[in-house]
C-alpha cells in the first residue's frame, strides 16, 4: 500500500514531442505528490508539486496531471528539447510520513 | 549556499574494509537521509533520521550503520564492505518529514571489489 509505481520505465521521443510519465498510488492518505528530474553523475532535483485539492499544475513546459478517484498522477513535458534528457521520479508522502519514491523513467529526447 | 555536500565523490574499496560517507547541509533542515541508486531499482531509503538525535531504518539498512552527529551532519558507515554495497549513495535534506521537498547532494560512486 505505500507502493508508488511508475511507468515506463524508459521512453524514447523526438524533439517537440509531449512524453508522458505515469504514477499510481494505493495508500488514500498521500497528499503530496513531487516529481524529480536527475541528471546523468548528479543528484536528483525537485522539479514541480502538487496537492490533491487540485487537478493540474503547470511551471513552464512542465504539467502535472492528477486525478484523485483512479489514484493516479502523471508528468507531460511541452514542446521536449534535448535537454530534457534525463531520469524522471515520482514519489508520494502523507502528512508527517518521508516520501516514497516511484522506480524512476529514463527520458531521452534526440534532436 | 552548497545545499547538500557529500564526500567522497568517488571510493574505491576492498571486500572486508570500511568507511564513512559524510554528509553536510547548511539549510537548518531537520530531517536527512541516506540513499542508494542501483540500475533499474531506482532509490531506495537505507536510514533517516527525521530531525537532530533521532534515527530509523529505512527499506535496505543491512550492512549500514548512521550517525546523525548534529543538525548538519549524517554519516553513513559500511563496517564491512561487500561488493553488494556497489552503488551510488545520495544523502538528502528537508524541512521535516511529509509534504516537504528534498534537496540531495551530489552523490558518491562507491565500488566494492
Known amino acids: 500500500q505505500q507502493q508508488v509505481k511508475q511507468s515506463p520505465q524508459s521512453l524514447i521521443v523526438q524533439k517537440g514531442g509531449i512524453p508522458i510519465i505515469n504514477c499510481a498510488y494505493e495508500n488514500t492518505a498521500f497528499d503530496y505528490f513531487p516529481w524529480y528530474q536527475q541528471f546523468p553523475g548528479k543528484g536528483p532535483a525537485l522539479l514541480i508539486a502538487?496537492?490533491?485539492?487540485?487537478s493540474e499544475k503547470k511551471e513552464g513546459r512542465f504539467t502535472i496531471s492528477f486525478n484523485k478517484s483512479a489514484k493516479q498522477f502523471s508528468l507531460h513535458i511541452m514542446d521536449s528539447q534535448p535537454g530534457d534528457s534525463a531520469t524522471y521520479f515520482c514519489?508520494?508522502?502523507?502528512?508527517?510520513?518521508?516520501?516514497?519514491f516511484g522506480t524512476g523513467t529514463r527520458l531521452q529526447v534526440f534532436p | 549556499n552548497a545545499g547538500v555536500t557529500q564526500t567522497p565523490k568517488f571510493q574505491v574499496l576492498k571486500t572486508g574494509q570500511s568507511m564513512t560517507l559524510q554528509c553536510a547541509q547548511d539549510?537548518?533542515?531537520?530531517?536527512m537521509y541516506w540513499y542508494r541508486q542501483d540500475p533499474g531499482m531506482g532509490l531506495r531509503l537505507i536510514y533517516y533520521s527525521a530531525s537532530e538525535g533521532t534515527t530509523d531504518k529505512g527499506e535496505v539498512p543491512n550492512g549500514y550503520n548512521v550517525s546523525r552527529l548534529n543538525k548538519r551532519e549524517f554519516s553513513l558507515r559500511l563496517e564491512s564492505a561487500a561488493p553488494s554495497q556497489t552503488s551510488v549513495y545520495f544523502c538528502a535534506a528537508s524541512r521535516g518529514l511529509g509534504n516537504y521537498g528534498y534537496t540531495f547532494g551530489s552523490g558518491t560512486r562507491l565500488t566494492v571489489v
Open positions: 539549510m537548518n533542515h531537520n530531517s
Open positions: 514519489a508520494a508522502s502523507s502528512g508527517t510520513d518521508k516520501l516514497i
Open positions: 502538487i496537492r490533491p485539492d487540485v
